[in-house]
């Protein structure tokens, strides 16, 4: 049961003996604002870095340390119509250990990193400031030279219809310009007092021990956001296309489709088996045509965004190949369409599906990340049982029928010169 600590902070216990491990997750969701999307990625950066408390990154290994090589992380993330900061610390199951309070321990080092950062005079700490800022920057350099990310991106920008929707959920370079740290200071007090909050712990700990360790970090009341989670662009957005000319040996030619394919909604099993025939697996018809039989592709796979609804193709080829490769993509997803594949390949990828569903189930983070999946979309957490016969029971039609919804919408080529 999900314990409401205050209005707007929502704490989780999954109870469980699989790890050795406690895994602590704070999530914090805010709608998606494109003046602020750089701003919070920056402020994950500096609170798992360092804080008043602990003001060198030395201070702060060593308070790891203590905490028995204690993991802590920070990343940030889109989902649908919302932006959520993440803040995960992992440590060793004190079972283990010839040690007591562990836990309490862990939550206080958390509870000093998130109320005292590493701010004086209403603004962070020049030098911390300045060197995460240097460090964002040589991240978005390095997103240039990674040429299947940059071109994901490009094609985001392609098919997406907002600003908040178009900026990576990391930000982008001309956004750090003439940041200062007071201004960041302020996006981390709206975060702190506005965002929604949800805290997820998975481990072998009772759910009172749990809830009277956070009920101790006096989070404040706030307004919840009800608005829809999931983002679909506008129905009469046209095919949009961008070529790029790179000096690069190896051309990215990435396509984006709208589909009704939303995460555990109608068509979201359908939509998951359709994507395996497609391309998401090495038997899909993208993987076997492309690149085995026709020689087109080095590398090349479709996936799903099911928050959002998009579709994507990405593809590594030769520059000179790419209105055939775009040709051949066409017909295998209309071949699907037409109902042109046997049942022994629906079979191979339901059991491909339920496979990695199983494996999932070895890694906490897999499990925390299905948890808060479930409680975006305000429904309750499925069984693996569940989900698979949900799976099982997705027949040629279904998937027929939702090929029928995938439509073209985005087409970026990144070309050799």
């Known amino acids: 049961m999900q314990i409401e600590l205050v209005k707007g902070v929502n704490l989780k216990v999954l109870s469980t003996q699989k790890f050795k491990t406690v895994s602590i997750r704070i999530n914090f969701k805010s709608l ?153 200071y302020a996006v981390y007090q709206d975060m702190i007092l506005n965002d929604k909050i949800d805290i997820v712990v998975l481990g072998d700990l009772e759910e009172e021990r749990v809830k009277k360790a956070f009920v101790d970090f006096n989070f404040k009341a706030r307004t919840v956001n009800n608005e829809s989670l999931f983002y679909s662009i506008n129905e009469v957005k046209d095919v949009t296309r961008k070529k790029e000319i790179q000096p690069i040996t190896q051309a990215k030619l990435n396509l984006a489709y709208k589909t009704t394919i939303y995460y555990h909604q109608d068509h979201y099993y359908a939509g998951q088996v359709f994507n395996g025939l497609f391309g998401g697996f090495p038997h899909s018809n993208l993987f076997t045509i492309l690149r085995e039989q026709e020689g087109l592709a080095y590398d090349i796979a479709s996936g799903i965004d099911s928050f959002n609804g998009v579709l994507y193709v990405q593809s590594g080829i030769e520059s000179t190949k790419a209105i055939k490769v775009e040709k051949l993509v066409a017909e295998q997803l209309n071949s699907i369409q037409e109902g042109a594949f046997s049942e022994d390949v629906i079979f191979q990828t339901k059991a491909l599906l339920k496979n990695a569903l199983i494996q999932s189930e070895d890694h906490a983070e897999s499990l925390i990340e299905k948890y808060y999946s479930f409680n975006l979309i305000d429904k309750p957490m499925i069984s693996l049982v569940e989900w698979a016969d949900r799976i099982d029971a997705v027949s040629k039609q279904d998937i027929i029928d939702v090929a029928k919804t995938v439509e073209l919408k985005a087409v970026f080529l990144l070309s050799g010169e």
Do not use: C, M
């Open 32 to 184: 998606i604002d494109a003046n602020e999307i750089t701003k919070r990625a920056l402020l994950a950066n500096l609170l798992s870095t360092n804080s008043q408390h602990y003001p060198t990154q030395t201070d702060y290994r060593t308070a790891l340390s203590e905490l028995y090589g204690a993991q802590l992380s920070s990343d940030v993330s889109k989902v649908g119509k919302y932006h959520v900061l993440t803040l995960d610390l992992d440590i060793v199951d004190e079972t283990y250990l010839n040690e007591t309070g562990l836990f309490e321990k862990a939550t206080e080092f958390l509870k000093s990193i998130l109320f005292y950062p590493n701010v004086y005079d209403g603004a962070f700490h020049k030098e911390t400031f300045q060197r995460e800022l240097e460090n964002l920057k040589d991240e978005y350099e390095a997103v240039y030279e990674d040429k299947q990310e940059y071109a994901g991106i490009e094609t985001s920008r392609l098919y997406f219809d907002t600003l908040e929707q178009q900026i990576p959920s990391w930000g982008r370079l001309e956004d750090l310009t003439g940041l200062s740290q007071r201004d960041l």
